[in-house]
Structure formats: C-alpha cells, structure tokens
C-alpha cells in the first residue's frame, strides 16, 4: 500500500507508542497479556514456532517472556514504517531484527507455523476469512484471536479522524464480525474453537478512535500438521 494512504503510517504518536513498546519501555497491554496466557497452554517443553499477525511494535514477544513461555517468536506487519520501528527495538534488545516480517497476512505463503496470534486486527480487513485461512494454511495448530465480535457482521468504512494532518480524510475498515461466522470458519479448517470473554472490558463497549468495540476472544486448537 502506498505510504500515503496508508492509516499505520498517519501518526507520529502511533509509532512512538508502538516504539516504546517495542522496547519494553510503556506498560503491557491488558490484550497482550490475556491472549499470552490463553496461548500458555499450547506451548510445550520444544518452543513452537509463533506467527503474531498485524505485529505492530512486536510487543506480543514480552509479553510471552514475561510469563516464562519458551517461544520462536516472528512478528507480520505490513506497514514498512511499523516495521521499521519493530526491528529497531529488536535491534535494540539484541534480539534478531529478521523476526519481524515484512508481509501481508492475506499473501502469506510458504512458511511453516506451530502457533498463531491475531490479536486488534481482523477489524481492520475487509474480511476475516483471508487471513485466516491463509495463516491456517501454515500449519499452526493453535489460534488465539482477539476482535471485534457480536451477533453479526457489520462492516463500517470510516475516517479514523485522530491522525495527523493530511492523513484524516482516509478511510478505513472499522468491522464488526459474527462471532459464530468466524467460529464456524475455523471449524471448517479443522479447528475445536471456544470463545472467551474479554478481561479488560468484560463484554462492555469500548470506544476506539470514536468507533464502538466490543472485544472478545477465539481459542481454537487441531490436532498437529492439520492444513499444512
Ligand atoms: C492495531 S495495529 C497493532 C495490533 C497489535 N497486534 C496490537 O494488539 O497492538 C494493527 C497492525 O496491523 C498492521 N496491518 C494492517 N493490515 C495488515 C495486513 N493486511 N497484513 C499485515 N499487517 C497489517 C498495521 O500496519 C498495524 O501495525
């Protein structure tokens, strides 16, 4: 996508944020540390190998450390900016700055996963069947997928309107997902799928940049090498 039409890459204050986080400098975020221990269970004694879609910052990978889960971690982002700062951290830390890929998650192609996170970003596709399957066709055999869930789908096409000026006339996807497609979804690529209410807003609506959320989590696990 061009830089300048792309959201990711309208706010300063974004990217330092995703910065900070990157090296462990802001607090963690209460999604990060939810979809970290309901991922736990899914990590045994050989550290599986982890996809964490729509990385921003690679923030996800502290969370994981933090909570002692021995992890292959790779970050996906598609914005070259975001991207940028996501290695710089790592760079920072001393981790491997190749850990952070520069891709899109409906392109994704090739690669071998054991575990995948999608965690604030399917709200902001035009669909979550894409990356969905694509990541599914990695060969992960656990998910933990954290969106903008409810009864049905509502798709929504806004002006985020909080970015810097010059940015605010673009427009973006701000959907809501049937919680029950998205199930049946993953149960269609061979997934048991639960869901799990959301420990930082519990079900109540949460304003994002304006818009309505209502956060809430899919757990979903198939037996190894499942779609690979
Ligand atoms: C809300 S942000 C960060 C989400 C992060 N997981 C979190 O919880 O803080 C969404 C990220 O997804 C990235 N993104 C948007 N579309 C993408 C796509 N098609 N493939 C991969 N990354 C994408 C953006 O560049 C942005 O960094």
Known sequence: MRPELNIWEGSAG??????????????????????????????????PRLLDVGCGGGHFYHSLVKR????DYYGLDSSPKVVAVARNSFKT????????????????????????????FLTFRPDFREP??????????ALVVR?????????????????????????GYWNRWSQDEAREFLRSRGFTVRAEV??????AVELVVGKPYYWSWLVAHRPPNLGA
Do not use: C
């Open 14 to 47: 974004l990217l330092n944020l995703l910065a900070a986080r990157g090296l462990n400098l802001a607090p963690e975020m209460d999604s990060a540390a939810q979809g970290a221990e309901l991922l736990a269970p899914f990590v045994g004694p050989k550290p």
């Open 68 to 71: 002692g889960l021995n992890v």
């Open 93 to 120: 830390l001393g981790l491997d700055p190749g850990r952070i890929i520069l891709g899109t998650a409906e392109d994704l192609y090739g690669l071998k996963f054991d575990l995948g996170v999608v965690i604030n």
């Open 132 to 141: 969905l399957d694509r990541l599914s066709d990695l060969g992960i055999s």
């Open 147 to 171: 969106d903008n869930f409810g009864p049905k789908t509502e798709i929504t096409w806004a002006t985020d309107g909080y970015l810097d000026e010059g940015y605010n006339h673009l427009h």
């Open 198 to 203: 959301d420990r930082r807003t519990k079900g």
